[in-house]
Structures are given as C-alpha cells and as structure tokens.
T-cell receptor, first 114, second 109 residues
Framework: GAVVSQHPSRVICKSGTSVKIECRSL??????MFWYRQFPKKSLMLMAT?????????EQGVEKDKFLINHASLTLSTLTVTSAHPEDSSFYIC??????????FGQGTRLTVV | RKEVEQDPGPFNVPEGATVAFNCTYS??????FFWYRQDCRKEPKLLMS???SGNEDGRFTAQLNRASQYISLLIRDSKLSDSATYLC??????????FGGGTRLMVKP
C-alpha cells in the first residue's frame, strides 16, 4: 500500500513551547489529509481535515489557534501544537487520501508535555 | 447519534472461533466503506475495503448492507494475532472519512 510518513514518532517538550508534526505522503499525492488524536484505550478523534491549498476544517471543540494545520502541498501537511500544556499529551496521527481511495496512516506521534 | 457506530466490545473469543462485528452508519450518502485494524499504540492499518457484493480475503469476509445501513466483518478460525481493535470507516462523496469508535477483539489460547 501507499506510504505515509509522520515525523517525529515521539517528542517530549516543555509546557509552553510549540511542537510541529509533519505528515508526508511518499508515493502519492494526497488530496486530503486528516489529523487525529487518540488517548489511551480510546477511539480516534478527528481534529481537522485539510485539503491542499485551502484552510483546514476543524471539528467542533478543536481550537484552530492552538492546533495550526498547514497543507501547503499535495504531499505535506503539518500540525503545530502551540503553547503546549500537559493536557495536550496524546497520540497524534495523520492520514492521507486521494479521491475515492482508502486512507493511509502515518505512524503516529506520541507527544508528552512536561 | 454517532455517524458510524460500533460495539466497543471487548469480544473475548477462544482461538479457532468465528467472530463477527457489525457497524452501522447513519449517512445514507456514504459511498465507500473500509475496515481498519489498530494494534495497541500503533496507527490503524487498512484491513480490507467493503464492496456491495461482499468480499473475502482469506479468513476475513466483509459485507455491506445498504438497505439497513450496516457493514460487517467476519473472522474465521481466529488466531491470537487477530487480537486488535477493528475500526469501521465510511467515506462520503466529499472524501470525508468517518471512523467508528472501534471494536476490541481479544483472542485467547
């Protein structure tokens, strides 16, 4: 299947700092990219959907100024967690899809804010 | 009501058993469907797409019932390695993917 690379896989940061997570589709052009977070033993929670070149659509309850999403090209989307706090610690996963195909997931980023 | 609903389980079954999961969706405009598998602390991985005619891949069979708006996944001859969370996904015409909450399967020796 197609490959989606997410980086970093694990990051520990201090409270108040910002963290950028990258999501790249390596062998296809992703029309749409999705960002999720997942707490332990809980289901995936969609945070936002982004289409290349346009602003991301955020789910209700997700602060767009805190979780900045940029989808500058068909192969790269970034999620920046700004002014991170311990409650932002979670597993963040991206997925990428073309029109009418299945989505492929990145490996996920485990964020720990201390 | 959630757009895609699954029984969270867990389903505890012995090795060799047959187990089935159902998933219901509320958006009748959903166009395509998938089953993903997620292992603990890992990203979801595509298990199989679900076609209207039903499809089979080894021990796994997926079916779609548009009239009743549900999809199913049947696992035959369960293996210990099948233990995971199975996620049902619906895609609408706008390329929007909606995930169910997942069904946890635990296969015991």
């Amino acid at each position: 299947g197609a490959v989606v690379s997410q980086h970093p896989s694990r990051v520990i940061c201090k409270s108040g700092t910002s963290v950028k997570i990258e999501c790249r589709s390596l062998d296809f052009q992703a029309t749409t990219m999705f960002w999720y977070r997942q707490f332990p033993k809980k289901s995936l929670m969609l945070m936002a959907t982004s289409n290349e070149g346009s602003k991301a659509t955020y789910e209700q309850g997700v602060e767009k100024d805190k979780f900045l999403i940029n989808h500058a090209s068909l192969t790269l989307s970034t999620l920046t967690v700004t002014s991170a706090h311990p409650e932002d610690s979670s597993f963040y996963i991206c997925s990428a899809a073309q029109v009418n195909t299945e989505a492929f997931f990145g490996q996920g980023t485990r964020l720990t804010v201390v | 009501r959630k757009e895609v609903e699954q029984d969270p389980g867990p389903f505890n079954v012995p090795e060799g058993a047959t187990v089935a999961f159902n998933c219901t969706y509320s958006n009748s405009a959903s166009q395509s469907f998938f089953w993903y598998r997620q292992d603990c602390r890992k990203e979801p991985k595509l298990l199989m797409s679900v076609y209207s005619s039903g499809n089979e891949d080894g021990r796994f069979t997926a079916q779609l019932n548009r009239a009743s708006q549900y999809i199913s996944l049947l696992i035959r001859d369960s293996k210990l390695s099948d233990s995971a969370t199975y996620l049902c996904v619906a895609r609408n015409a706008g390329n929007m993917l909606t995930f169910g909450g997942g069904t946890r399967l635990m296969v015991k020796p």
